[in-house]
């Protein structure tokens, strides 16, 4: 209990003190924070051995994919030494949850930081950076005044002019699975069948790959994630590809999350919370977003100067978790389409 | 032991042990995959199936047939002849075998699809209209797994050639034949079982692929394996597919047999003389250098360029002291998974030697079932054994925690699993080279089975240990699904770092600890071919 009021301070300064206070009976600052993360060693490493300067305790951590990172915590079970687990979708945070590998958390801390549909509403997961799925076009070929939805992409003018990543990708996966939410599977199947009619090449592995090719010239409008076209155009100021806020008239542009939970069997549950709650503040998620140009969870707090230099956009505000419980439907829908 | 009549039930009993792990993992896949969802399963029979049954079956027999069609004929070509520049192609052909499939598949793709550096140059040349074939293509993606896995034929079929050597040409130059009349007359079917066993290799390496094919975007039985996994969130359906995968493996297995044919490994005749070689003169012979050196140049000194060039871009981030942890974990897991696989495939090998029986020859096609596997797969498997092995220790021992959950040991069980078909190959032909006179000699002398082994076979063996070494070490340092999984803290490989590089789409930023991959598998590589070569010029 009186972890709770130490947990409540946003301040840096009364965590350490708290900590302090606490060393003694809890005997929690000396023990290991685990960390089981999908968000991969270059986004994190920095930040995770920071927290563990800071509070005077080792943090270690393993990376995998999320479903292999799921299967392992299964297969530890009860004895599993991790603590945390942090996710590159909201669908693998779903499917920890519904595998019963998550517990929930209370903190005052964490809701006020996240805002509601990027966190679970039990708290068995919160958000902690912004992906953001909308359209690229070239600035050679196309004119923002030429785009308006995702769905207007199966337009006939874009025949031979689109570029899809892989329907195997989950980015994708969840991009579909938003829309079985909001239109039904035969609107969503419909649109994506005339995307596919529309596709200029064979759908690309990452969206690296994409963005390239439509820089290069092979087609004129793609849907990206926006923190890959941040990346590129950091390496070359004039990246001919930008970004448009696609559905802002409708219901909004398509994101998704990276985010983490403390599991079920947390050996350290109070410097998980604490530490996922050090994520949350506001010093720390501008440097968990700007890593990778992507949007901080954190409403209160800016992005990257070149990632706000895209505009304000609308998000679909439906929670996020919905989109793991519809994704299989989503995959079998892709399948369908014949979205390789 | 009783010398003169070696125990009967012994070969039979250490080959089941040494199945063991992999029938744990095997029945951890099959029970899982009871649990397949029958409405997912009727979705993938209606719009999946068929189309990566298709493609896996192109892939792997466009795969295999290129592979064999470059190391039959270059390892002929470096045995049996002479042309200018074979003392260096000898030894550099087998480079490649360094560079990861899925390395390969992302330098061919960075650089020949549209957006790659040759196409834009193309048509800045011959202007913007010009139709460039897309390299993500089914063609593509066989040329550059078949540049990747020749070397396992290469290696095999060298080994065979070399060990019938001058007998092969002698014979062949008797009948009237050319050095190509030669080859497909007499030396390949000298060698097929050999080159049978390389060619099992790359067919059952390239089922298991997963890298190079989603680099490419190719579905396959990997690939929707994974996709039940990741995204239908179904891990039992997923091992149903993977089950479904090990009927293909069987198929390949029986094609092995077939390919085989009659044919046995030889015994090397033991008064073979130094290699006489065929002399290509003139346009010949040089027409040979291009050959060897635009495989070498396609299968490992571009990609390496390729890769040296975006590894200097980021070196100066990205480059620190960390890499010489990871260089040294990634040569020690290699070493130590290199020598668990020889051991067993010794005990297996020799198991088989001594006893013919149905349990001891079923038992070592179980033992090495796991190279067909997608490594997820077997990852899978493996945590789940290790589980409940965990929980069997904690039953018996009391206490909490985990025993081998996240410990080296596991990791090794998954590369045993793995791998152990790799190192079990060599090891099979350079039993079958040993007569059985002297091993008969040997025994009437009073050697236990045993001694035998230590003070007949093991020096005998000697390239096939060599081979079965190299082999595994530079797959497993080139691993990576069971590394992911499985690995204790801190124990990130150059591997690891790959994955979580090219996860983020960040490729070129992968080429650093590609490249330490190249590089640091090209030492073994260099050493063991090295003693290789100089083991068949001193026989």
């Not at chain 1, 708290?18 to 960390?35: H, K, S």
């Not at chain 1, 920071?50 to 990172?69: C, F, H, M, N, Q």
């Not at chain 2, 049978?196 to 690939?223: I, K, P, Q, R």
């Not at chain 2, 236990?448 to 093991?458: F, G, T």
Request: charged share 15%.
């Amino acid at each position: 209990m009186s972890f709770r009021i130490a947990l409540q301070s946003r301040l840096a300064a009364l965590a350490v003190l708290a900590g302090i206070v606490f060393v003694g009976p809890a005997q929690a600052a000396g023990e290991p924070l685990v960390v089981y993360s999908a968000r991969k060693y270059q986004l994190v490493e920095q930040l995770f051995q920071e927290y563990g300067r800071e509070r005077g305790i080792e943090v270690k951590s393993v990376t995998d994919d999320g479903a292999p990172l799921i299967q392992r915590l299964t297969a530890e079970g009860a004895n599993s030494p991790a603590d945390v687990f942090i996710s590159v979708d909201a669908g693998d945070l779903w499917r920890a949850t519904q595998a019963g590998l998550l517990q929930p958390v209370k903190s005052p801390t964490l809701e006020a930081a996240i805002p509601a549909h990027l966190r679970d509403p039990e708290g068995h997961w919160f958000g902690l950076a912004v992906r953001a799925r909308t359209i690229a076009y070239s600035t050679a070929r196309v004119k923002p005044a030429d785009l308006s939805t995702y769905a207007a992409l199966g337009d006939a003018r874009w025949k031979g002019k689109l570029c899809l990543r892989s329907g195997k990708a989950v980015y994708n996966q969840s991009l579909v699975a938003m829309f079985i939410n909001d239109m039904g599977v035969e609107a969503t199947e419909r649109m994506v069948r005339a995307w596919i009619g529309n596709l200029a090449a064979e759908p690309f592995s990452n969206d690296t790959l994409m963005l390239k090719a439509m820089a290069a010239g092979q087609c004129d409008v793609g849907i990206t994630n926006s923190y890959y076209l941040g990346r590129l155009q950091n390496e070359q100021k004039d990246f001919p590809v930008q970004i448009f806020w696609a559905d802002q008239a409708g219901k909004g542009t398509h994101v998704n999350i990276s985010g983490g939970g403390v599991t079920k069997r947390a050996k350290n549950r109070a410097e998980a919370v604490r530490f996922l709650e050090w994520l949350a503040s506001p010093a720390i998620q501008q440097r968990f977003a700007a890593v990778n140009f992507e949007f901080p969870a954190n409403a209160g707090v800016d992005p990257l100067p070149e990632v706000k230099a895209w505009g304000a956009f609308k998000p679909n505000s439906v929670n996020v978790g919905l989109i793991g419980k519809t994704q299989p439907a989503a995959v079998m829908l892709i399948d369908r389409a014949g979205w390789h | 032991m009783n010398a003169q009549s070696p125990p009967r039930a012994g070969p039979t009993v250490a080959a089941i042990l040494v199945a063991l792990p992999m029938l744990a993992v095997l029945a951890a896949i099959v029970h899982g995959a009871t649990g397949a969802d029958p409405a997912l399963w009727a979705h993938l029979t209606e719009h999946v199936l068929a189309r990566v049954v298709a493609n896996t079956a192109a892939l792997v027999v466009g795969v295999v047939v290129i592979a064999v069609a470059l190391g039959t004929s270059l390892a002929w070509l470096t045995a049996a002849c002479e042309f200018p520049g074979r003392g260096f192609f000898a030894w550099a052909l087998y480079l490649p075998m360094a560079v990861p499939a899925y390395v390969l598949a992302f330098v061919a793709v960075a650089t020949l699809d549209y957006a790659g550096a040759v196409p834009t140059a193309m048509r800045a040349w011959f202007g913007a209209d010009l139709a460039v074939p897309p390299i993500r293509s089914t063609v593509g993606l066989i040329a550059v797994l078949g540049f990747a896995s020749y070397p396992y034929v290469y290696l095999m079929a060298r080994g065979a050639f070399l060990t019938h050597g001058a007998r092969v040409l002698e014979a062949a130059q008797s009948l009237g034949y050319g050095p190509w009349a030669g080859l497909v007359r007499v030396a390949i079917p000298l060698a097929r079982p050999w080159l049978a066993g390389g060619a099992a290799l790359v067919a059952m390496e390239t089922l298991a692929d997963f890298g190079a094919v989603s680099v490419f975007n190719y579905d396959t039985f990997t690939t929707a394996i994974y996709k039940a996994w990741y995204g239908l969130f179904s891990v039992e359906t997923a091992l149903a597919l993977a089950l479904l995968l090990l009927g293909f493996v069987a198929i390949t297995m029986a094609a092995e047999q077939l390919a085989r044919g009659r044919g046995r490994h030889t015994a090397a005749d033991s008064g073979t003389r130094a290699p006489v070689r065929l002399a290509l003169s003139g346009p010949r012979g040089w027409l040979a250098s291009a050959f060897a050196a635009a495989v070498f140049a396609a299968g490992f000194l571009l990609p390496g360029i390729a890769l040296a060039r975006w590894a200097l871009e980021v070196a100066p981030v990205d480059l620190d002291a960390r890499y010489v942890t990871y260089i040294l974990r990634t040569l020690s897991l290699a070493a130590m998974a290199a020598l668990a696989c020889l051991a067993l495939a010794l005990v297996l090998g020799y198991a088989n030697r001594l006893s013919k029986g149905f349990a001891t020859h079923a038992a070592a096609r179980i033992a090495t079932l796991g190279y067909a596997v997608p490594g997820t797969v077997l990852a899978v498997g493996v945590v789940t054994v290790l589980g409940g092995l965990d929980g069997a220790f904690r039953t018996l021992a009391g206490g909490e925690g985990l025993w081998l959950q996240g410990t080296v040991l596991a990791l090794l069980l998954g590369y045993v699993a793995r791998f152990l078909a790799v190192a079990y190959g060599p090891v099979l032909g350079g039993f079958a080279r040993i007569r059985p006179s002297l091993e008969e000699a040997a025994r009437s002398l009073g050697l236990a089975p045993r001694e035998i082994l230590a003070r007949l076979h093991l020096p005998l063996l000697g390239a096939g240990v060599g081979t079965a070494l190299l082999l595994v070490f530079v797959d497993v340092m080139k691993e990576m699904p069971i590394t992911l999984m499985t690995r204790p803290f801190g124990w990130d490989t150059l591997a690891v770092r790959v994955f979580e590089m090219t996860a983020e789409g960040e490729w070129q930023r992968a080429a650093l600890p590609a490249l330490a991959i190249v590089v640091a598998g090209l030492l073994p590589v260099a050493l063991l071919t090295w003693r290789m070569e100089r083991a068949a010029r001193a026989a």
